[in-house]
């Protein structure tokens, strides 16, 4: 009986330890995602603000680096909306960005 209730404790501590181990990596995951996200969320800002820029250049290379530049911006959005679990649609995303501005 006694064999039993300290296999038990044995059993209860190392539990207890990987469960606080594995708390403090998910802790720390989450704290560099969220790193991430205020770097993407500036770059983003970043971003849409030069492509608010009107350009009087009428080339094809710059036409295609705005659209390069436009395709970054989405996908930034893209990958914070998935990193942070957001359940908003596009268009509802879109539409809050630019009642923000």
């Known amino acids: 009986m006694?064999?039993?209730i300290i296999a038990i404790t044995v059993l209860f501590f190392l539990a207890t330890y990987y469960c606080l181990k594995f708390a403090i990596i998910i802790i720390n995951?989450?704290?560099?995602?969220?790193?991430?996200?205020d770097i993407i969320d500036n770059k983003y800002t970043n971003i849409s603000k030069i492509l608010e820029i009107p350009i009087f250049y009428d080339s094809?290379?710059?036409?295609?680096a705005l659209n390069e530049l436009e395709d970054a911006r989405?996908?930034?959005l893209n990958v914070a909306n998935k990193l942070s679990d957001n359940n908003l649609s596009d268009e509802e995303v879109d539409i809050e960005y630019y009642e923000e501005n």
């Open 2 to 4: 006694i064999y039993l």
């Open 29 to 37: 995951i989450r704290d560099a995602i969220e790193e991430s996200l």
């Open 60 to 64: 094809y290379e710059v036409r295609s």
């Open 74 to 76: 989405n996908s930034l």
